[in-house]
């Protein structure tokens, strides 16, 4: 029978559940919105009841019990203490999630940040493993509403204590008032959801960015500005990443991947226009679609128990 | 008697060599210009028979032989493999320095990139030893003519193959034509020599940024737009590096550290109007002077010294 994992993958909008065996094989997947607290009611522990809720929706499908848990959230994350350090859409500041995890699931927790664990499983699985030599320097995107990222140096994850790979906040000319706060976030002009909204903001005519890509193939101006701007400021923030970091490649996930090869070819030869001696990173698409959050979560638990056993 | 060590730190301008003890006194220190080839000439081979040469002086000062060398020299530096990848300055490209000098100088040498080892040096000795808790997320400036860095993640340099913190060919909004081929190169706008060179542009008035500062002090206009924008572009890079690498404190030397309390005060405003939740890193003075290249070296040959034993 073997040993099997359960895998959550805690995001803004939706939880992903999956029931794994040890070798990170899928066996059953769930899906669905991410509980919210009552009014009043503390936004941790409405989501660990959810999690207790479909792990027994999940064990009820195995005749062996599952021996750990991979969980992965979205916001600021604090992996090595286990510490969820702040989530606007989950409402919850410095919450030490993996112990509350472990204490109401009994069972061990690897525990980690959404996006840097999706981000080590496109590198470990996906686009990365298609790099010769292995991606030692990259740096994931994963570009939807907004834009999440992590950032691999010298064959190591960047963590400096949860705040590191923040790119979609990361400034860019010409950038726009964002909702953290700041002017000039990439993700005001650079994410799927920015180009979806700007475009519906100057035209009236509402869709995903898709439908804007569709729009500027058709000769649309409009679309092809606002599509010009988002192409810019993310080659923007590539650029910076070459002077910085310097990552041999670069791979884009989320919706806006989805934009396809031209998208691709601008982006790679819009950033190399910036450059000079500068090492040019290769811009590669993602591999492992919607379930990278989950292969990220089973890395997360498969390292944990190196470290219990 | 005790062992010695021979120090060089080899800039676009000049060499300094010194003789330090085991623990990284610094006994005897000379200072030359970098000797350049005859034409037709090889700029390696130039420097190695400088070096050489300024062995031979200061092992006369000592009545017992040097053990072992900390070799750092300018450009992009591969320092794992001991290679010069590229100096415009000294005119080299690809150039196995390290096994160069200790066929040359028949003893172990250390090598490193002059600026990350002098990074090294501020963070071990020099400002980083007064952070409390040391700085594991750190950045380190030397602005001067141009600006060169380093810096640290989750207590690690950050090498990337020699291609990791080139800040001073970072882009900014507004930045100039850079002489490295690209444009708007934070060195364009940020730098001491960039301050002193638009001052000159504008005014037809010569000197050091040091001299900007003062005509600033005393109300002149277009010194204050220049140091504005000088002001604007390093928080600018230093905003991106928050939302990339999050280091906590970020370390200013070099020519433009000079202008004091006024200047860091300044920008650390700066910065902290740019970021939201970001963490916000601490800027901070450099504390050890022209001699943090040789501490530098002292600790490259340190380093190497562990290695062979």
Not at 12 to 37: F, I, N, Q, S, Y
Not at 117 to 145: K, M, S
Request: proline share 4%; charged share 20%.
């Amino acid at each position: 029978m073997g040993e099997f994992y359960l895998l959550f993958d805690v995001g803004g909008t939706d939880v992903k559940a999956a029931l794994a065996t040890a070798d990170g094989e899928l066996l059953h997947v769930l899906r669905e919105p991410t509980a919210r607290p009552e009014p009043g009611g503390d936004g941790a522990t409405a989501v660990l009841e959810q999690l207790s809720d479909l792990a027994d929706r999940l064990g009820a499908m195995s005749a062996q019990s599952p021996i750990g848990v991979g969980l992965l959230v979205c916001g600021l994350v604090d992996a090595e203490a286990g510490v969820g350090l702040y989530s606007v859409n989950l409402g919850w500041r410095d919450v030490p999630l993996r112990a509350m995890a472990e204490q109401r699931l009994a069972l061990p927790v690897g525990f980690g940040h959404d996006v840097t664990c999706a981000a080590r499983a496109e590198l470990e699985f996906g686009a990365g493993a298609h790099v010769p030599g292995g991606a030692q320097n990259a740096a994931v995107l994963i570009i939807g509403t907004g834009i999440a990222s992590a950032l691999v140096v010298d064959g190591r994850m960047v963590l400096s204590g949860g705040y590191a790979g923040e790119l979609g906040h990361a400034l860019v000319p010409g950038g726009l008032a964002c909702p953290c706060g700041a002017t000039g976030c990439l993700e005001t002009l650079g994410s799927a959801g920015a180009i979806a909204r700007r475009y519906y903001e100057a035209t009236g005519v509402s869709g995903g960015a898709r439908e804007v890509f569709a729009a500027r193939a058709q000769g649309d101006h409009v679309a092809q500005r606002i599509i010009d701007e988002a192409l810019d400021a993310l080659s923007f923030t590539l650029a910076q990443l070459a002077a910085s970091v310097a990552p041999e490649v670069v791979i884009i996930g989320g919706g806006l991947a989805q934009a396809g090869s031209p998208f691709f070819d601008d982006l790679q030869a819009r950033l190399a226009a910036r450059l000079s001696y500068h090492r040019l990173p290769q811009v590669l698409p993602a591999r492992l679609g919607a379930d990278a959050g989950l292969r990220g979560a089973w890395l997360a638990i498969r390292d944990r128990m190196r470290e219990v056993s």
